[in-house]
C-alpha cells in the first residue's frame, strides 16, 4: 500500500486532484482524491493528515463495489 500522494495537479475551481493506489488480495486498485485546498502543498498535508480515514472509506467502497466515478464527500472538522 502506498500511503503518500503519487501526484497532485490544479483542477481549476474545482480542489486538487490527489493520486494514490490500495493494494488488496494481490491486485493494485488506482484511486484518485479531489481536494478543496488553497495550494498543492494544504492539499497533500490535508491528505496526509486523514489518510486513515481515506484509506477505510477507499476500501470500503471497493469491497462493496459502491465507488466508481461517483464522487464522495468527506467533511472534516
Not at 493506489?21 to 484518485?32: E, I, K, M, P
Not at 469491497?63 to 472538522?77: D, F, M
Request: aromatic letters at 6%.
Amino acid at each position: 500500500m502506498q500511503q503518500a500522494p503519487l501526484a497532485a495537479r490544479s483542477a481549476e475551481s474545482s480542489g486538487y486532484v490527489l493520486y494514490f493506489q490500495l493494494a488488496s488480495n494481490g491486485t493494485r486498485r488506482a484511486c484518485s482524491l479531489t481536494i478543496q485546498a488553497e495550494s498543492a502543498n494544504e492539499a497533500a498535508r490535508i491528505f496526509r493528515e486523514n489518510w486513515g480515514t481515506i484509506e477505510s472509506m477507499a476500501r470500503d467502497g471497493v469491497s462493496t463495489g459502491v465507488v466508481g466515478k461517483t464522487p464522495i464527500s468527506l467533511a472534516l472538522s
